[in-house]
């Protein structure tokens, strides 16, 4: 009789059994992967491949596309970050993550150590249906970047520049990381809190360990100025250098010579030294400059011409000369013409001015501006002033 109970109730046992597994999709006990369901790997947005990440851009985040699914279960992520492409040292990991309503899904890491390849990985999952991980991807993290700070080396110390187009000399700065092209930002002031920049020029790294930086010609003999450097990488800027004086050259001797009947030349000719300016003729600016700063004619309307006639002696090779001009302002006699102050001219009839505010009591200050053309009749070849 109790072997007949047992066997009457086996089948009761076993029913019993099949029930504590469910096929309800969602049931926290679903027996194994569903029939038609499906969750697709989720797509790696950002960072890319092989991305190399600047180290002060940390942390960084991963972005990834949610996965595609037909399932009715919550749908969580993984992520994992490893140092090693097995994914057998991770430096971060997070799972059970819900995705964004919004189509894709951010999660920002810890800050990394740098200088490191990483690998991560990602999968979608209901808890019965999973993805699987996707391919590992990697970024780098690089070395952080140091932008060394250059030493002024010459002139320094307010000591007197060989010339008026000094050579600034620095040591280059103790740079580090993956810095790529330095260039170096000079600046020149007369004032020590450089409120008024003379030069504010940039110049690349040399690799020599030294960088120069030739200026233009600077205003005024016997000047002190003040320099200084930094170096930039357009990304990231160094500090500024300390701070360093020179001064310019003093002014040379000129010598005008006295009248014929007293051993010399007549009256009104003058002598002046401007050999040093004639390297600078590809600069034309800078060469008016250098040629009005050794005569300095201030209001002076006749040194104000001495400046043009050696302005156009000195452009002679290219055919420079000077300018006729019969009436108006601004006209001095010489050599049985009436030339203008401030005017070169060319055989084409086209005139540059070389003095703003010319003549008689103007500033007579060094430029180099296009004043149009003029008739061709009006061009007088260059003549030795001297």
Not at 102 to 125: E, F, I, N, Q
Request: proline share 8%.
């Amino acid at each position: 009789m109790l072997r007949r109970l047992l066997i009457l109730a086996l089948p009761l046992l076993i029913v019993g059994c099949e029930e504590s597994k469910s096929s309800n999709p969602l049931s926290p006990s679903v027996a194994g992967p569903m029939a038609g369901i499906y969750v697709s790997l989720p797509e790696v947005l950002a960072p890319g491949a092989g991305l190399k990440v600047d180290d002060a851009e940390q942390p960084i985040a991963l972005v990834v596309k949610n996965p595609d699914t037909n399932t009715e279960r919550q749908v969580v992520l993984g992520l994992e970050v490893a140092f090693d492409s097995g994914f057998q040292n991770l430096a971060f990991s997070k799972d059970g993550l819900a995705p964004d309503a919004a189509g894709r899904t951010t999660v920002r890491l810890d800050k990394l150590p740098s200088g490191r390849t990483y690998y991560w990985r990602v999968r979608a999952g209901d808890g019965a249906n999973s993805s699987g991980w996707s391919d590992p991807f990697t970024f780098e993290i690089l070395n952080p970047i140091v932008i060394g700070v250059p030493t002024p080396k010459a002139p320094i110390s307010g000591n007197r520049a060989s010339a008026a187009t000094p050579d600034l000399v620095v040591s280059n700065g103790a740079s580090a990381g993956p810095y790529g092209l330095l260039l170096y930002q000079y600046q020149v002031s007369d004032t020590q809190t450089f409120a008024n920049l003379v030069v504010n020029g940039s110049i690349y790294e040399e690799p020599s360990g030294e960088t120069h930086f030739g200026t233009p010609v600077l205003p005024g003999f016997d000047t002190l100025y003040f320099w200084r450097v930094r170096a930039t990488n357009g990304k990231y800027t160094g500090e500024w250098s300390r701070v360093e004086s020179f001064r310019t050259p003093t002014a040379p001797v000129i010598s005008p010579i006295g009248p014929i009947g007293g051993g010399g030349l007549a009256s009104g000719v003058h002598i002046f030294d401007t050999s040093p300016c004639n390297s600078l003729t590809g600069d034309k600016p800078a060469m008016v400059s250098c040629i009005r700063n050794l005569i300095n004619p201030g209001g002076d309307a006749e040194l104000a011409f001495e400046v043009t006639k050696r302005v156009a002696w000195t452009l002679r090779g290219e055919g420079a000369g000077l300018l006729i001009k019969n009436g108006g302002e601004n006209i001095i006699s010489w050599k049985g013409y009436s030339f203008s102050i401030s005017r070169i001219c060319y055989p084409d009839g086209h005139i540059w001015k070389v003095l703003s505010d010319a003549g008689p009591g103007g500033t007579n200050g060094a430029t180099w501006s296009d004043n149009d053309f003029v008739d061709k009749s009006l061009y007088v070849p260059a003549i030795n002033p001297n």
